[in-house]
T-cell receptor
Framework: EAGVAQSPRYKIIEKRQSVAFWCNPISGHATLYWYQQILGQGPKLLIQFQNNGVVDDSQLPKDRFSAERLKGVDSTLKIQPAKLEDSAVYLC?????????????FGPGTRLTVT | AQKITQTQPGMFVQEKEAVTLDCTYDTSDPSYGLFWYKQPSSGEMIFLIYQGSYDQQNATEGRYSLNFQKARKSANLVISASQLGDSAMYFCAMRDVLITQGGSEKLVFGKGTKLTVNP
């Protein structure tokens, strides 16, 4: 079974530029999550999708971040314009269903450096 | 809201010895779940073990076991017979269910513990 795929693995941009990350979850997984992991901290949820609907985006900085999950499969997270504090690893995760002990499977992450 | 505390920024252990990584949590929910994830330098979060709040026995998965003390609100990870490949960041996490947001279920993570296994 293929894992969660993410691209690119690394990205370096200047502040005020835009950037987009792509995630393809495990086949059949209805729930998709985007987390932001700043150096030295644990991941923090940015947005959760259930199929192609948003369940939770309460911690997404909506003035600059956007995300979509078309057709309930792969997803794109965009930052426009980027700030220095957006430097972090962006992790995508998926789970079969929400609830109980269903663990989330994580992708390798995209390491973003904003200069 | 749930909160996870990991007080050990770094831990060192000799190969083949056991090590305990500490995790305490805070929640007002009667039903909750606790997870441990491993994050090697490659960056991927790898699920290790899960403990439900109503589980009667401590969870075990191979060399990993969870020392769950409900009254103390602690869920420490025990790694037996450490291997060099165990060197990584380890994160404790709790499932946070937000009923008001249509059942959002996110993981709330601690800051992690960096484990180094010495040969």
């Amino acid at each position: 079974e293929a894992g969660v795929a993410q691209s690119p693995r690394y990205k370096i941009i200047e502040k005020r530029q835009s950037v987009a990350f792509w995630c393809n979850p495990i086949s059949g997984h209805a729930t998709l999550y985007w987390y932001q992991q700043i150096l030295g901290q644990g991941p923090k949820l940015l947005i959760q999708f259930q199929n192609n609907g948003v369940v939770d985006d309460s911690q997404l900085p909506k003035d600059r971040f956007s995300a979509e999950r078309l057709k309930g499969v792969d997803s794109t997270l965009k930052i426009q314009p980027a700030k220095l504090e957006d430097s972090a690893v962006y992790l995508c995760a998926s789970s079969l269903v929400s609830g109980e002990a269903y663990e989330q499977y994580f992708g390798p992450g995209t390491r973003l450096t904003v200069t | 809201a749930q909160k996870i505390t990991q007080t050990q920024p770094g831990m060192f252990v000799q190969e083949k010895e056991a090590v305990t990584l500490d995790c305490t949590y805070d929640t007002s929910d009667p039903s909750y779940g606790l997870f441990w994830y491993k994050q090697p330098s490659s960056g991927e979060m790898i699920f290790l073990i899960y403990q439900g709040s109503y589980d009667q026995q401590n969870a075990t998965e191979g060399r990993y076991s969870l020392n769950f003390q409900k009254a103390r609100k602690s869920a420490n990870l025990v790694i037996s017979a450490s291997q060099l490949g165990d060197s990584a960041m380890y994160f404790c996490a709790m499932r946070d269910v937000l009923i008001t947001q249509g059942g959002s279920e996110k993981l709330v993570f601690g800051k992690g513990t960096k484990l180094t296994v010495n040969p």
